[in-house]
């Protein structure tokens, strides 16, 4: 197998528009109209040159599983999300870039991820997700 990249991430969210508003609305990915005629809920979202699937559905517990939004200013997004009322993490810096955590209005994490936001600390890890409360 030789995979070419990532086509889509599917996510269960329990409320489909409350769930495209926060992706389209505030995080700013853009809804596409090729979603086929499927007999549930969901919506095809836009961001960079992947999709995300929002399918309505039962959400799983929270585990630590997320995906990350690159974003080109950390803080600028940190402040302006929270302007806008939602709750999200301090960033933190992760080898040579920060990361912080939100939550979808289902209850999914979402890390909003700096590359290169940060000097270097030698690890190369990837913190452990650091929900918010």
Not at 54 to 59: A, D, S, T
Not at 70 to 76: C, H, K, P, S, Y
Not at 87 to 95: I, L, R
Request: glycine fraction near 12%; include cysteine.
């Amino acid at each position: 197998m030789r995979p070419t990249g990532l086509h889509h991430v599917s996510i269960n969210v329990d409320d489909v528009a409350a769930a495209r508003h926060f992706y389209v609305d505030l995080l700013g990915f853009a809804e596409r109209t090729d979603r086929p005629d499927f007999p549930f809920d969901g919506a095809w979202l836009d961001i960079g040159g992947q999709q995300i699937h929002l399918i309505e559905g039962e959400v799983p517990p929270g585990k630590g599983q997320h995906f990350a939004v690159a974003v080109a200013d950390l803080a600028a997004t940190v402040t302006e999300l929270r302007a806008h009322g939602l709750e999200v993490s301090e960033p933190k810096p992760v080898a040579t870039a920060l990361q912080c955590f939100t939550h979808d209005p289902a209850g999914n994490l979402v890390e909003l991820h700096e590359p290169g936001g940060a000097a270097a600390d030698g690890g190369g890890r990837h913190d452990a997700p650091d929900p918010v409360n």
